[in-house]
């Protein structure tokens, strides 16, 4: 299971930070996406990260503004994100999966087998 938290509501430039914690005997081993929804849109790929926390992919959108990180001893991903833009206002969910190839196909929702219930992210300008 996935449980994010850490969303609110913030002025732009501000930074936040999200926190995806993943309980399950698996967790240590799952590779994490972030993903984003706004209002009418389709669900985008922001950030992931793989199970041992050396490879690290971003959006063009967020690259140089978040930053994806993990703590295997706490079980939790989190997502830095800094200099927040109104456009950043989405509900934020993490995701999961099991692969050896986590380099493969990590930006595609369809990919990822548990996701969290979202948190919601607000940039006013």
């Known amino acids: 299971q996935l449980q994010a938290s850490g969303g609110g509501l913030v002025q732009a430039g501000a930074s936040l930070r999200l926190s995806c914690a993943a309980s399950g005997r698996t967790s240590s081993s799952a590779n994490i996406g972030w993903f984003r929804q706004a209002p009418g849109k389709e669900r985008e790929f922001v950030a992931a990260?793989?199970?041992?926390?050396?490879?690290?992919y971003y959006a063009d959108s967020v690259k140089g503004r978040f930053t994806i990180s993990r703590d295997n001893a706490k079980n939790t991903v989190y997502l830095q994100m800094g200099s927040l833009k109104p456009e950043d206002t989405a509900v934020y969910y993490c995701?999961?999966?099991?692969?050896?190839?986590?380099?493969?196909?990590?930006?595609?929702?369809?990919?990822?087998?548990?996701w969290g219930q979202g948190t919601l992210v607000t940039v006013s300008s």
């Open positions: 995701a999961a999966r099991f692969v050896f190839d986590y380099y493969i196909d990590y930006g595609k929702p369809d990919k990822y087998t548990n």
């Open positions: 990260i793989s199970d041992s926390g050396g490879s690290k």
